[in-house]
């Protein structure tokens, strides 16, 4: 599997001077199987650029697009997905409970006139509601994907990739606590993890900050590293950077990670998303 980040910001796009390095879109990342296959994860603000990538490449005939759940920053990027406007073009639509119905209110809330230009029934891909993945796993070109359940305001999924014996596990709007939701507790994580090589993982948050922002939904870096060194994974990637989170700001969150595994005496290796950074699994 290959995966390429387009948008890697959390809350709200932050475009600047201060998150050149790590980026200013929202959470859109791709994946392509070992059949060749894409599959895209969110559609926030870094979406637009990867369906720019794809038209170039003759690669947009037929898209697999998970969403992780409806809120605006994994799926504002939508309208601006070039591929929507061919009608060679095939999507299909899995993840969360709504993530259709989130979509197509991008367009118009209620069908209100005025909200956005077009209306979704004007796209010209053929954009179709698959169930499977909600249902308990999806089986694509030899890859199983498995969902599970987010630590977030009206929930969400994450997504565990696997090909053979390599592993791709996808988390982010995701609280790690003890006290979760059920199924959703800390050490539901750490299984869902386990021995994982690769983990995408909210990091939003510093342990100075999670104590008044219990409750949205997030992650602090020491919790996200605790969870990588219990898992055992064999990298982790820092993901949905704070808006409000400069360049080095991120730099030094990779560098506090890094320092709390090697206390512990874990090998994880730690780096944070940058769009446009490409990893092999």
């Not at 050149?20 to 894409?38: A, D, F, H």
């Not at 870094?46 to 170039?56: C, F, T, V, Y």
């Not at 890859?143 to 977030?152: A, D, E, G, I, R």
């Not at 995408?200 to 948050?205: F, G, K, L, P």
């Amino acid at each position: 599997m290959k995966i390429t980040f387009w948008g890697t910001r959390g809350s709200i796009a932050a475009p600047g001077p201060d998150t050149v390095t790590y980026g200013g879109n929202t959470t859109c990342v791709e994946v392509t199987l070992s059949s060749g296959r894409t599959v895209i994860i969110d559609a926030g603000t870094g979406i637009r650029k990867l369906g720019d990538a794809l038209l170039e490449q003759n690669k947009h005939e037929d898209l697999y697009l998970l969403i992780t759940h409806v809120h605006w920053d994994h799926i504002s990027g939508f309208p601006f997905f070039g591929p929507l406007f061919r009608s060679n073009c095939r999507i299909t639509v899995d993840g969360c409970r709504r993530s259709m119905e989130g979509l197509k209110r991008v367009f118009s809330a209620n069908y209100l006139d005025g909200t956005w230009p077009l209306a979704f029934e004007d796209l010209k891909a053929r954009i179709e509601n698959s169930h499977e993945l909600r249902q308990g796993r999806l089986a694509l070109d030899g890859t199983l994907v498995m969902p599970h359940q987010l630590q977030h305001p009206q929930g969400g999924l994450g997504f565990r990739f696997t090909e053979g014996n390599r592993s791709l596990v996808f988390l982010t709007d995701n609280e790690l606590r003890e006290d979760g939701w059920n199924g959703s507790c800390f050490s539901d994580f750490v299984f869902f993890c386990r021995g994982a090589d690769l983990v995408i993982h909210d990091c939003q948050y510093l342990p100075e900050e999670i104590q008044i922002r219990r409750g949205w939904g997030h992650t602090d870096l020491e919790s996200v590293v605790k969870l990588a060194v219990e898992a055992g994974i064999g990298k982790l990637v820092l993901f949905h950077h704070d808006p409000w989170r400069t360049d080095a700001a991120v730099a030094k969150i990779v560098e506090r990670c890094r320092s709390i595994a090697a206390e512990s005496g874990s090998s994880v290796q730690i780096e944070a998303a940058r769009e446009g950074m490409t990893l092999t699994v």
